[in-house]
């Protein structure tokens, strides 16, 4: 016999109103409308619940990690692997108990993924592993993928998309040293940083496809401003790198590189302000890239103003000065008028 209350006998929450747009059994005016006056009528409570009860989770697992670094010489080999890897069955077993549907065993679940961690960088110092740091994020982020499939939680799958930047930042590191040319520094940046933009910005087309798609538990706005994020950085980091590159007078240094990235990071600006004004109104999202915009002009105003290494003049500093002012001030008054137009 099915005990489980219907939609309707349930208490109105985020989550279901989601499910019933997903089950098209609402639609998606009438839900925006319902999760405007839910969140708005939401109690203090329930944020203090939840943040306290993360809060204290991420003090248990930062506790755990601490113990095993004080008390290292005091434990034996047995002690250190036994306990490392039991406080991960703990967690997920206390994520199954308390169901992958309900928030608490979520967030036992990305406590068990977090202390995955821990019990590899033990297992790496007890049998003196000599494999470079990116090895260990490429494992930690493929034994924690099953759970991030069955948890269906986004600070989990986010964590794991961390997990593999963090491996793709340390391999082409790592793998400088390798290069037998003097370039070989350059040529691994420019890969790392367009390793990362691919892998976010594929993560971020994700999020919004699902998005679409009506995936209840990918559509939260947090997660695409925290994408679009990780793809502004990349993005903006290797642009910024190739116009100040240009300052060197080595002979074998071209403008092309520089001229190319700056014309990718407009054509991604425009590309990410239109979609997040047009199709999916987001006033943070437009503030992001106005961000990204408004730094790269500044570093072409001063690649402009001071064309070489030379000790500029004092009135050089004061147009430099009211450039700033301007190219700044000139993106808040965009992101005024795009908040206004979103509101109507």
């Known amino acids: 016999m099915n005990t489980e209350p219907s939609f309707l006998d349930r208490p109105a929450s985020v989550p279901l109103i989601r499910r019933l747009v997903a089950a098209d059994t609402l639609r998606p005016d009438e839900a925006r409308r ?28 930062a506790g755990i990690g601490y113990f095993f670094a004080h008390n290292w010489r005091h434990l034996t080999e047995s002690d250190k692997l036994g306990l490392s890897a039991g406080s991960v069955l703990v967690a997920f077993l206390g994520a199954v108990y308390a169901g992958f549907d309900h928030f608490i065993g ?29 090895v260990l994020f490429w494992v930690w982020a493929t034994l924690i993928l099953p759970w991030v499939i069955l948890g269906r939680f986004v600070p989990l799958w986010l964590f794991c998309l961390a997990l593999v930047n963090a491996a793709l930042g340390f391999f082409w590191s790592i793998t400088t040293w390798f290069f037998s040319d003097p370039n070989g520094g350059l040529l691994s940046f420019r890969t790392e940083m367009l390793s990362l933009f691919v892998l976010n910005l594929t993560a971020l087309a994700l999020r919004e496809w699902a998005s679409w798609k009506k995936v209840p538990w990918l559509d939260r706005h947090w997660s695409a401003w925290l994408l679009l994020t990780a793809v502004l950085v990349a993005a903006t980091t290797e642009t910024t ?44 999202s437009l503030a992001l890239t106005t961000l990204s915009a408004c730094w790269i002009a500044t570093i072409l105003a001063i690649r402009l103003v001071f064309p070489d290494h030379g000790d500029p003049e004092a009135g050089t500093w004061l147009i430099m000065g009211f450039l700033i002012l301007g190219i700044f001030g000139g993106g808040v008054y965009l992101l005024r008028l795009a908040s206004h137009s979103i509101a109507h």
Request: proline share 5%.
């Open 241 to 284: 790198y190739e116009i100040f590159r240009t300052w060197d007078s080595s002979p074998d240094i071209s403008g092309w590189p520089a001229a190319f990235t700056v014309v990718l990071q407009v054509l991604l600006i425009l590309g990410a302000t239109s979609y997040f004004f047009r199709f999916r109104p987001s006033l943070p």
């Open 106 to 134: 979520k967030l036992l679940l990305l406590a068990a993924s977090m202390l995955v961690g821990v019990f590899l960088a033990v297992f790496g110092q007890v049998y003196q592993s000599t494999e470079d740091t990116y």
């Open 34 to 61: 319902m999760e405007a006056n839910l969140r708005a009528d939401l109690p203090w409570r329930l944020w203090l619940d939840r943040g306290l009860l993360i809060l204290g989770v991420i003090l248990i697992v």
